[in-house]
């Protein structure tokens, strides 16, 4: 009789082990196997097992140590892509959907408070790979850093635009459209007047020697603005009175002082002004001479509207935008 129980009892325990294995295969079961690291997001390494997967969550971010693939919309306040190794690129979209529903690739937005006015107003006008907004709280919209190599490079195949553009839509005479500078302190920079303002001269290139090198003659540097002309005329009767160039006068203030030099062309006592007015000068020969010499003549005014301006202040400007080691725009 014993024996017969303990036969019972034996078949009863191995009829519940079958059970248990069949029930952990089962698609109702809920036992799970397997083991994980605390932080690190958990996968299903089989059926009813679990095991660490390439995902963690490190104070409040996830760290993903992988690739991303998304076919809908990523959206975030903040995300960050390390590029592996073996990836062809950190983030990969086009733009058959989009991002944050305004036909770009990539959108970015660094606010608490929203969208930038200035986005707002251009969003649905566009259709761009990558735009960065800074929102209206003083953020900066797109950063781009490097140690050896260029930190941007912007490449263009059309014929009719610009490979940059920078637009600036301050009006009133304020915001400066464009600013480049090194870590001395040392570039230039477009002020709100469209004056280009450098710490260095300003250069055109020119080749020489069948193209073999290339010169630099500078420009002429002076505390105000003056706008120059030249030309050939010729004494009759030892005068002659030339006219200033209808397009010039309309550049310059004639009226105010301008300056006239003059070269003979042959022998002659010498010449001189007998006469300015805005609109001609009058050239004499010294010593009541009647000569017909021919001469050249150089004639300096100052810019209009802009007379009065001279050694003009643009000590705020330098350097341009580094404060603390931070890049900041230029002091107001």
Not at 147 to 170: L, P, Q
Request: net charge negative.
């Amino acid at each position: 009789m014993k024996t017969k129980v303990c036969v019972q009892i034996l078949l009863f325990v191995v009829l519940c082990l079958g059970v248990a294995a069949v029930a952990q295969d089962s698609p109702l079961a809920t036992d799970i196997t397997g083991a994980g690291t605390k932080g690190t997001i958990p996968v299903f390494t089989g059926k009813h097992a679990i095991g660490n997967s390439i995902v963690k969550q490190v104070a409040g971010a996830i760290d993903v140590a992988g690739a991303v693939n998304a076919t809908g919309e990523v959206d975030a306040t903040s995300l960050s892509v390390t590029d592996a190794t073996n990836a062809t690129s950190g983030v990969y979209s086009d733009n058959t959907v989009g991002i944050n529903g305004t036909g770009n690739a990539i959108y970015g937005q660094d606010s608490s408070t929203g969208q930038s006015n200035t986005g707002a107003g251009l969003s649905g006008l566009y259709s761009v790979g990558v735009w960065g907004d800074g929102g209206s709280d003083g953020n900066y919209a797109l950063f781009a850093t490097a140690d050896d190599r260029s930190s941007v490079i912007a490449e263009n195949n059309g014929a009719d635009f610009y490979t940059d553009f920078n637009f600036n839509n301050a009006t009133g005479g304020v915001g400066y459209p464009w600013a480049a500078e090194n870590g001395d302190g040392a570039g230039c920079y477009i002020d709100p007047t469209g004056d280009i303002n450098c710490t260095g001269s300003k250069n055109a290139v020119v080749p020489v020697d069948g193209g073999a090198h290339h010169v630099a003659l500078s420009a002429i540097e002076s505390p105000k603005n003056w706008f120059e002309d030249f030309g050939s005329e010729q004494l009759v009767g030892g005068v002659a009175t030339v006219r200033l160039d209808a397009k010039f006068m309309q550049t310059v203030n004639s009226k105010q002082e301008y300056h006239v030099f003059l070269t003979p062309n042959g022998d002659c006592k010498g010449l001189y002004i007998s006469q300015k007015t805005p609109t001609s000068f009058e050239v004499r020969e010294l010593g009541g001479g009647n000569s017909s010499v021919k001469f050249d003549y150089r004639i300096t005014a100052l810019r209009k509207n802009f007379e009065s301006i001279r050694f003009a202040d643009h000590t705020r400007e330098f350097p341009l935008g580094r404060k603390d080691g931070k890049v900041v725009a230029a002091q107001k």
